[in-house]
């Protein structure tokens, strides 16, 4: 008989070997590949660190330029996906707009969907290639595409010129405002936090990915699935909810009332807890020091202080101490992004376009692995046992 472990949450199973990315959450360690997450931020470029997770290793000089190029030639959206973006509501929230649109992109290459062209065509490396490129290079316009259709504003194309980032601070502005006017200091700042969000393990949207990739779909569909997992608010739609939740406690004062409160287990302290971190998250560090730099540019966003003082409150609490909830990645970023001028219920999509790298990352090693099976975990059933359906007329 076959004993199996009854393991909500997946606590502690381990569904796959992976060698993109590795975190040792006690001592609040991530790594790209190898590289610390901290020299990762400091030295590389979006577009580098893309290659290096999809890839392996760091891309050469010519090899970054053609990774460039590519993902510029791939990077023009389908006509249909224009106006399918466009028939949305003003007030849609951007997460059911994106996942909506990629799931759209799915129905519009069939010579590379398994479930029309044949189950084996992402055997050819060439194919998987062009999807990945595809992904990555239209997730920053379909981005923008969003906010300008939900903004009233006509579209803005990319531009060749520019880098992965620059390009989509480009595409969002509108000429003549002041927010998402491309300053390389936001620029900078912006393409570091894209960094950061690249990748990080088996987190539940690359899980959904590969749980999603192994039923055999086509890709657009398990990353459409993966941006509906990263939504929610105890994953990536924590950026947004952190500072929703700064505007209602609204000032310091009102903070240790708050806090009392999550004591109590009437509301979550979002931004701060993790999974797999028992320690300061790295890239939550890591952002802290770049909100000042942005702050620097476009002014001190006010509710940084109700952050401050949250995060000094709770940390010298005994509920947050032993249960080891310190800050993660979403806690800082949406301040930034705030003062960035961005929507708060835009945020998640920040999360999103970077995020896309780490899935098309476990996308390609899942297919790659020949240990790879359907996921499809068990149940231990409660329901009720056999019983007889209520006698009476048949409907049929
Ligand atoms: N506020 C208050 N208490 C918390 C929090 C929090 N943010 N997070 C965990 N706890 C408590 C929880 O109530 C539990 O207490 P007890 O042992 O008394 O029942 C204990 O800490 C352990 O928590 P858990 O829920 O078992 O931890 P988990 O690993 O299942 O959940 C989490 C991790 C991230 C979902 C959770 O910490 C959380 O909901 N945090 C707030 C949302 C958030 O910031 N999410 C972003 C995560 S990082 C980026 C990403 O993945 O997208």
Known sequence: QILRTYDPGYMNTCCCVSRISYIDGDKGILRYRGYPIEQIAERATFEETAFLLLHGELPTDS????????????????EDV??????????????????????????????????IAGQDVYKDKAVRNEQILRILGQAPVIGALIHRHRSGQTINGPD?????????????????????????????????????HQEHELNCSTAATRHLASSGVDVYTAIAGAIGALYGPRHGGANEAVVRMLETIGSKEEVPKFIESVKKGEKKLMGFGHRVYKNYDPRAKLIRRLADEVFDVVGREPLVEVAMELERVALSDEYFVKRKLYPNVDFYSGLIYKALGFPTDFFP????????????????????????????PFQVYKGSGLRNFPSGDLKY
């Open 82 to 115: 224009k106006k399918f973006i466009s028939s949305f509501r003003h007030d849609a929230h951007p997460m059911a707009m994106f996942a909506a649109t990629m799931a759209v992109n799915g129905s519009l290459y069939p010579s590379s969907n398994p479930s």
């Open 349 to 376: 999509i920040l999360f999103v376009i970077p995020r896309i790298t780490g899935w098309l990352s476990h996308w390609n090693e899942f297919l790659d692995d020949p240990d790879n099976k359907i996921v499809r």
């Open 160 to 196: 060749e010129s520019l880098g992965y980032t620059e390009n989509f601070f480009n595409m969002m502005d509108k000429k003549g405002e002041v927010a998402y006017r491309p300053n390389p200091k936001l620029v900078h700042a912006l393409d570091v936090l894209f960094i950061l």
């Open 63 to 78: 090899q970054l330029k053609e990774f460039n190029r590519s993902l510029m030639k791939h990077c023009h959206v389908h």
